[in-house]
Nanobody, 120 residues
Framework: QVQLVESGGELVQPGGSLRLSCAAS????????MTWYRQAPGKERELVAG????????NYADSVKGRFTVSRDNAKNTVYLQMNSLKPEDTAVYYC?????????????WGQGTQVTVSS
């Protein structure tokens, strides 16, 4: 059974830090690119940060560059999102996504999300 379980979301003050985790099971984690998305109330889901299957390349939304860092530990089947200098506009539900694309097929999995609230 495929599972992506996010954790680490909570209420934090502006300027604070959080580390989100996404634990994967039920599939070959090291074969999947992993991406963090977020969705704020009334807004569409947006890409936050992504990392390749082997962790050799990352990409970030402009709004989080220099503040967020995505990383993964394939031995632990876990992807992380370190979030620093948090702003109220970072408030959202954060989701992790696993994606594998081959010439024959595409596999995409989503977690259930974890709430991050940035407020004083």
């Amino acid at each position: 059974q495929v599972q992506l379980v996010e954790s680490g979301g909570e209420l934090v003050q502006p300027g604070g830090s959080l580390r989100l985790s996404c634990a994967a099971s039920g599939f070959t984690f090291s074969s999947y690119a992993m991406t963090w998305y977020r969705q704020a109330p009334g807004k569409e889901r947006e890409l936050v940060a992504g990392i390749t299957s082997v962790g050799d390349s990352t990409n970030y939304a402009d709004s989080v560059k220099g503040r967020f860092t995505v990383s993964r530990d394939n031995a632990k089947n876990t992807v992380y999102l370190q979030m620093n200098s948090l702003k109220p506009e970072d408030t959202a539900v954060y989701y992790c996504n696993a994606r594998r694309i081959t010439s024959r097929d595409t596999w995409i999995y989503w977690g259930q999300g974890t709430q991050v609230t940035v407020s004083s």
